[in-house]
């Protein structure tokens, strides 16, 4: 038996817009918030912001350490770009969000996507994608939804 010596598919490889049809859904990975993310995302970002930096500050309004939404938004963001458009994504155009529920650490956080529109460019094989991500914890309670529009590479001719 000879060994096909054609380069190999790439482990991770992202969706070619071609490969992408409206109402095509998806759900990324599983991730825990711990402690960390939210220390390591306040103190890189400069977002000391009383609520996260002080523990008794909340008032009893959220039950334990509350990340920011923002890290919250990367750490889906990381799922979706290893999934799903990893080596294919060109740029993010636009993202419009809404927070549903505070996410603490400990809880576990996953997405489903929606692919809501695939418009192929005019020139360099290029379309720009948009979808609908629902972010839920690990109760299913939804944590945050958002848009998302990106501009994705097409099969290499």
């Known amino acids: 038996m000879t060994q096909d010596r054609s380069a190999p598919t790439p482990l991770g490889q992202g969706y070619y817009w071609q490969d992408l049809a409206v109402g095509q859904r998806f759900r990324t990975f599983r991730r ?3 402690e960390t993310d939210i220390v390591n995302f ?7 912001e009383t609520i996260f930096i002080d523990a008794a500050y909340a008032h009893g309004a959220i039950q334990g350490r509350p990340a920011p939404g923002a890290l919250t938004y990367g750490l889906i963001e990381g799922l979706i770009m290893q999934g799903m458009v990893q080596g294919t994504g060109l740029a993010l155009l636009e993202v419009h969000k809404k927070m549903l529920a505070p996410v603490v650490a ?14 192929p ?9 948009t979808s609908a991500i629902e972010v839920f914890n690990q109760h299913g309670k939804p944590v945050m939804a958002y848009t998302a529009t990106r501009m994705l590479a097409g099969r290499p001719d």
């Open 42 to 48: 306040i103190s890189a970002t400069g977002m000391l």
């Open 121 to 129: 460019t005019s020139a360099h094989n290029r379309a720009v994608v």
């Open 32 to 34: 825990t918030v711990t």
């Open 106 to 119: 400990g809880d576990t956080i996953w997405a489903d996507i929606e692919v809501t529109g695939v418009r």
